[in-house]
């Protein structure tokens, strides 16, 4: 047979192949030695991406089931679920409920079975069953992604001042050396935690220094050391000018419990508190004496002036004026009670 | 054997020599230390040849032919695609008996089982990378194989069914990769082989289809028995499938012989079986010796690559309730999911597949030209060809690219940061993704700024750069998607976690305004990686972290 033109590729000579063979073999060990060196930080490197990744899946789930009432950055909302980005809740919520497992564990089995809510709990809220197991609609594993993505704000939290507010900057935001459109915004990392008022708090009262506050005064009772009040200082942060009323319905935590696009109907009331679609009809018949206006109006700085009957007192926070202006309130009132407001 | 008469003939050296002798012969089956001393000199063997000797005592040996035609040794004549198949497949059951240490088949462990093996096994990762490569390369390797079976001729008389078992081999490998693509319970792992199990399904009649549909999947939706189910095909079934007809195949291989070159022989000839003495090579020592160190380079090859390149994916955990946008297929099935875009799923994945395969098994039958010569076969080699390029396309056709496409501002963030795998913006990852606002209508980056991250944050601009490209292409491409504004806004949402927010706002074609937003996070531990590049070894000059 003809030779091909490559023949002289061929290796041909059997200690050549031999050799070749060795060094192959050279080869492989070198490169298994490699791997082997680096084992080590590798496994530990992959421990923390699977960790990453789980906060990652947990970010997303709370950024589209929790946050309605754990708020935006889990520093809850008034009234309705309280703050878990918070120093009290990682430092001593498990001693005060007497939980003798770890934090993670406390976390994990809340959001899997939830919490009952006693009908004039401080908490609009009742945390629902999320875990699959008890009827919700969450795997294990999201229930554990959830869990670390709640865990992974302990180091802020712990940095939080537990009374006086400090005014510290936000972390990274910039800082770039104006980034278009950035805005370093000046974040207060005061403690947020809204009273439990479900015991007494053991930790030592002079670490919590919470002023006593406008929210539920009729509940703080035995638990004088243990409320609060948002500090005034974080509206002094705010933007400056009114805030639209869409914003101020969610961002005062009235969405947490009265329904805007369900109307107030015999069968559908709303809870926890009324529904208020069509409460441009129904305001004006509620306190003789008083227009539509006034009474929507009142029953935002004074809630407990009139109760719609069948609804609890003192739920309804009572420091509306304080965290908005006047000029809010008006125009919150009046886009309330707007017949023609989009749905 | 009486030692004391042999020392008295011989003396006591010449004895304990015999006796190593003997062991050594015993060792070898048949070959003694002169005959070895001969061999590794080169020297051609006496007459009656002594070393056919271990073909007949030694199980691996005698299935084993004891010479070869001299043409047929020669690497480009089979590149060795048949050997490097089966030692794959040898390959593929060593690591994955490592990996079964470590796995469970259930839904409830599966995927938890994946992370620990990746991240509390040493060599574990190796093990699982190294499987995932010695797969794709199989089916590469087999498919090879077969087209170079095909260009040769050798599957004319009397090879036919050779060539047919060949076929059912190959059907096995795809479908022994298919089978383990489930098991780590990912989202890829997951849909693919719903989609494919759901092809099943197509099968006429339809009491017909649903069945087999129904045994595969376990129940109507794949669960912990389909998981189960895949598991045993994959680990058990197959494989012993495969075993079988590979013995099969190879006993034809070894009767009919290596089929030579065309040019070597005459016209409708077959004289592979009669090689005359002078073109002999002999099995002991020259072709071992070459088929052994071709595997010990193969093997040095598979391990750097495993090391340094290739990395096997993992997806996060399977959820029925969630299609990730562009499902694919595995690559080698990529022709099946194109032509299901253009066909339903009877014809296409039933019915054509089915014609295919019969076409390929039928091949001998339908090739009359008893000549395996290149230039008397232009008709079969120049089909064989076109088949390969409408493989290719139907393949192109199965990729995202191909007739899917999803609303253009779900695609441009698709792009950039998909739903399940690396893209752009995870590979560039949460240290190189500076905090602000870029809007793709207004300067990105001021100048300052883009001259800094040019030198120190390449990645960032090219990611800017790419975002507003491919909000031009669309808004170009698309006349539903008008005056596009882009915004991509990268915040801390908490420590060690961004929210990279993408905020699309456009103009359809009547003038309405449209709105996209989506938020991805993403942590500062979390390494994604593609499955072809150079492998992310950053961590290695990550500083300790304080416990």
């Known amino acids: ?343 | 054997m009486a030692v004391q008469p042999e020392v008295k003939n011989k003396t006591l050296l010449e004895t304990a020599l015999g006796l190593a002798d003997d062991t050594f012969t015993r060792i070898t089956a048949g070959i003694s230390a002169g005959e070895f001393r001969r061999m590794l000199r080169g020297e051609a063997p006496g007459k009656p040849n002594p070393r056919l000797k271990p073909h007949t005592e030694a199980f691996l040996l005698h299935i084993k032919p004891t010479y070869y035609h001299e043409s047929v040794t020669r690497f480009t004549h089979t590149f060795r695609l048949g050997l490097l198949s089966t030692y794959l497949f040898f390959v593929e059951t060593i690591t994955g008996l490592f990996l079964m240490i470590w796995y469970a088949p259930s839904p409830d462990r599966a995927y938890t089982d994946m992370t620990r093996l990746l991240s509390n096994v040493p060599f574990g990762q190796f093990m699982r990378d190294l499987h995932r490569l010695g797969a794709e390369m199989m089916i590469v390797v087999v498919v090879a194989h077969m087209v170079r079976t095909y260009l040769t001729g050798s599957y004319k008389p009397p090879r036919q069914f050779t060539w047919f078992t060949g076929v059912l081999l190959l059907v096995m490998t795809l479908f022994l990769s298919f089978s383990g693509y489930l098991l780590p319970w990912d989202q890829l792992a997951f849909w693919a082989v719903t989609i494919g199990t759901s092809m099943a399904d197509a099968v006429p009649p339809q009491i017909v289809g649903a069945t087999v549909n129904l045994l595969a999947r376990g129940a109507p939706d794949i669960s912990a028995n389909g998981l189960l189910r895949f598991y045993l095909l994959h680990v058990f079934f197959l494989p012993l499938l495969l075993i079988l007809f590979f013995f099969v195949h190879y006993y034809k291989v070894v009767h009919f012989g290596i089929s030579l070159p065309a040019q070597e022989e005459e016209v409708g000839q077959d004289t592979a079986s009669k090689v005359p003495a002078d073109r002999r090579v002999y099995y002991l020592p020259d072709v071992l010796l070459d088929e052994t160190m071709f595997l010990i380079g193969f093997t040095a090859l598979m391990i750097v690559l495993t090391v340094f390149f290739f990395q096997a994916p993992l997806e996060s955990i399977a959820n029925p309730q969630s299609t990730p946008l562009h499902t694919v297929a595995p690559w080698y099935f990529y022709w099946l999911q194109g032509l299901l875009k253009i066909a339903n799923k009877m014809v296409a994945g039933v019915i054509l597949p089915g014609v295919l395969l019969g076409l390929l098994a039928g091949i001998p039958y339908l090739d009359p030209n008893p000549s395996r010569r290149g230039k008397d076969r232009r008709v079969a080699i120049i089909s064989g060809i076109i088949a390969g390029v409408v493989m290719i396309i139907w393949s192109w056709m199965g990729t995202p690219y191909y007739a899917v496409r999803a609303a253009p501002a779900t695609e441009i963030v698709q792009e950039l940061i998909p739903e399940e795998g690396a893209g752009l913006v995870r590979e560039l990852g949460y240290a190189r993704l500076p905090n602000g606002i870029y809007d793709t209508t207004k300067e990105m980056l001021p100048e300052a700024t883009l001259a800094d991250y040019e030198k120190t944050n390449p990645g960032f601009v090219e990611l800017l750069h790419e975002f507003k490209s491919l909000t031009a292409e669309f808004d170009k491409e698309d006349k539903d998607f008008n005056e596009p504004q882009s915004i991509l806004t990268i915040s801390q949402e908490q420590p060690h976690l961004k929210r990279i927010q993408w905020t699309i706002t456009w103009k359809d074609a009547k003038g309405k305004d449209g709105k996209f937003t989506r938020s991805f996070f993403i942590h500062e531990d979390s390494m994604y990686w593609e499955q072809y590049g150079l492998r992310d070894f950053s961590y290695l000059s990550k500083p300790e972290k304080a416990k």
């Open chain 1, 1 to 343: 047979m003809r030779k091909p033109w490559y023949f002289w590729l061929y290796v041909r000579s059997p200690i050549t192949k031999i050799l070749l063979g060795m060094l192959a073999v050279l080869i492989s060990f070198a490169a298994l030695a490699a791997q082997g060196m680096f084992e080590n930080k590798r496994m530990e490197a992959q421990t923390d991406n699977w960790h990453g990744r789980s906060v990652e899946k947990g970010a997303e789930i709370f950024s589209s089931n929790c946050y309605t009432c754990h708020g935006v950055d889990g520093k809850g909302l008034p009234g309705v679920a309280p703050a878990l980005h918070s120093r009290y809740f990682f430092t001593q919520r498990m001693k005060d409920v007497g939980w003798a497992g770890s934090l993670h564990d406390y976390i994990a089995l809340t959001v899997a079975a939830g919490r009952p809510s006693k009908s004039k709990s401080q908490w609009s809220q009742v945390m629902p069953t999320w875990s699959s197991k008890y009827g919700g609609p969450m795997r294990d594993d999201q229930v554990e992604q959830v869990t670390q993505f709640v865990l992974n704000w302990q180091e802020d939290a712990l940095t939080q001042d537990w009374g006086t507010p400090a005014i510290t900057s936000t972390t990274g935001v910039s800082g770039t050396g104006g980034v278009t459109g950035t805005t370093v915004t000046p974040m207060v990392n005061l403690d947020p935690f809204q009273p439990f008022h479900d015991g007494p708090s053991k930790a030592p009262t002079n670490t919590i220094t919470y002023t006593v506050g406008t929210l539920g005064a009729a509940a703080v009772g035995t638990t004088a050391a243990l409320s609060a009040t948002l500090p005034q200082s974080a509206e002094a942060a705010a933007p400056a000018g009114p805030r639209p009323p869409q914003e101020l319905y969610t961002a005062m935590a009235c969405s947490g419990c009265h329904k805007i696009d369900q109307d107030q109907t015999p069968d559908n009331q709303g809870q926890p508190g009324p529904n208020q679609g069509n409460l441009h009809e129904t305001a004006a018949t509620r306190v003789s004496g008083e227009d539509a206006e006034t009474y929507v109006y009142n029953s935002i700085v004074n809630p407990s002036a009139f109760v719609v009957p069948g609804y609890p007192d003192g739920i309804m926070p009572k420091d509306f004026k304080t965290k908005m202006s006047e000029e809010e309130i008006r125009s919150l009132v009046k886009w309330i009670l707007d017949p023609n407001r989009p749905k």
